[in-house]
Nanobody
Framework: QVQLVESGGGLVQAGGSLRLSCAAS????????VGWFRQAPGKEREFVAA????????MYVDSVKGRFTISRDNAKNTVYLQMNSLKPEDTAVYYC?????????????????WGQGTQVTVSS
């Protein structure tokens, strides 16, 4: 199994930036695809971004393209989500998730492992 811990959330003004981290422990992280998801109050959880095991493939929901960047450092067992030009509608609890796969296609991954989430609040 792999354990995931998110960090880096907080309160930021609209237009500001945050970098979320997803730190993994328990198994070799380099063979896992990782996704970021978010859930706002009263809404369903939605996909935000994903990165393949080797970082060669990435995928984003349309609403964050050009503003968010997902990356990973397998030597540090960590995946990052750099969030720029934040908007109030980005306010949510952000979760990272992992699945052991070397597939480059990221659209249909069923993630087995989830973190506890980190709160991101963007004020207007």
């Amino acid at each position: 199994q792999v354990q995931l811990v998110e960090s880096g959330g907080g309160l930021v003004q609209a237009g500001g930036s945050l970098r979320l981290s997803c730190a993994a422990s328990g198994r070799t992280f380099s063979s896992y695809a990782v996704g970021w998801f978010r859930q706002a109050p009263g809404k369903e959880r939605e996909f935000v971004a994903a990165v393949s095991w080797n970082g060669f493939s990435t995928m984003y929901v349309d609403s964050v393209k050009g503003r968010f960047t997902i990356s990973r450092d397998n030597a540090k067992n960590t995946v990052y989500l750099q969030m720029n030009s934040l908007k109030p509608e980005d306010t949510a609890v952000y979760y990272c998730a992992a699945e052991e796969t070397t597939a480059q296609a990221l659209a249909f991954i069923a993630y087995d492992y989830w973190g506890q989430g980190t709160q991101v609040t963007v004020s207007s």
